[in-house]
């Protein structure tokens, strides 16, 4: 009877042991499954469409086109913390579809658009800045494009519209000679609007009447100054009666330090009905400034009634 018991704990031993065993064998196996089943992490690589530099062409200043960039990652990790820039006012991204995640062989799209706003070639970058396993990194695309065509009216207050009639000088101008010019005289019917610009009353002596309106002409291009630039100007000028005052008006070129690189006066008008004075003058090297002067010739009385309406300058470059 002892053998019996011994045999059955001996018999029961052996069966718990096995079980014990077979658990533990499939248990190892699961696990090696499992550990060979399991992806290694692998380092993304993000790739940006259209290489090496996209071109978006010659474009009008106000005008703007867009493109679709594709962001692929060919790597075999996935691409974390993507943080999507570019460069410079000219490009705009204005949408995307890139989570913050790109996972490996996935692709996302973002939308670039190009509104040149200088006259010029323009440069950017397209930035895709994302971290491998914690480690920061970015891919870029070049991006180019330029701007050509012409400018809207640059001067500010043509006609003396704006600000009050009585404001001394009119809103946007500077006084030279005759410290009454405002747009508060109504004895010339307007080209355009309710006012014009006139020189009104000056002390004896005041012949020459001088108002002027300065425009920066390099910041309308990406070269630095506005060499090459062509300069437009229509003005509507006359006097109050036939034969009184002379008016004219004078477009000027200025370099960094004020000095004048080129003046142009227009024909004098002494009639009473409105005279165009138009031009058209390509910008000499160094120029920096342009002036838009008007001018009244007082030949008698105690004021110059010289008018002036309709003033525009704008630029034109064609690449």
Known sequence: MGGTTAASVDTGSTSEVSSTSLELVSTTSESM???????????????????????????????????????????????????????????????????????ARASCEVEVSFQPGLFGDVGSELEI???????????????????????????????????????????GWTIVYGPNWSASWLLAPPVEGARTISAGWGPPGTNNFTLYQQLDAASLTTWGDAVGVRFYYRAFHRAETDGNDPTWVEFRFLDAGGLELAIYPSSLSSGATWYESTGNFLAPPGTHQVQLALQCDRVANDWCSGFFDGLEVWAEWLG
Do not use: K, W
Request: glycine share 12%; with cysteine.
């Open 129 to 171: 800045a994302y971290q491998d396993q914690g480690m920061a990194t970015s891919v870029t695309r070049s991006l180019v494009g330029r701007g050509v065509g012409a400018t809207a009216n640059l001067l500010i207050n043509g006609g003396g519209e704006l600000g009050d009639a009585t404001d001394i000088p009119p809103m």
């Open 33 to 103: 499954s499992e550990s060979t089943s399991s992806p290694v992490d692998g380092h993304p690589e993000l790739v940006i469409s259209d290489a090496p530099i996209y071109d978006f062409g010659s474009l009008e200043l106000t005008d703007a086109t867009g493109h679709a960039f594709s962001i692929s990652n060919e790597g075999d990790g996935d691409a974390t913390s993507l943080l999507l820039s570019v460069e410079g006012a000219a490009f705009v991204i204005t949408s995307h579809d890139c989570d913050d995640v790109l996972a």
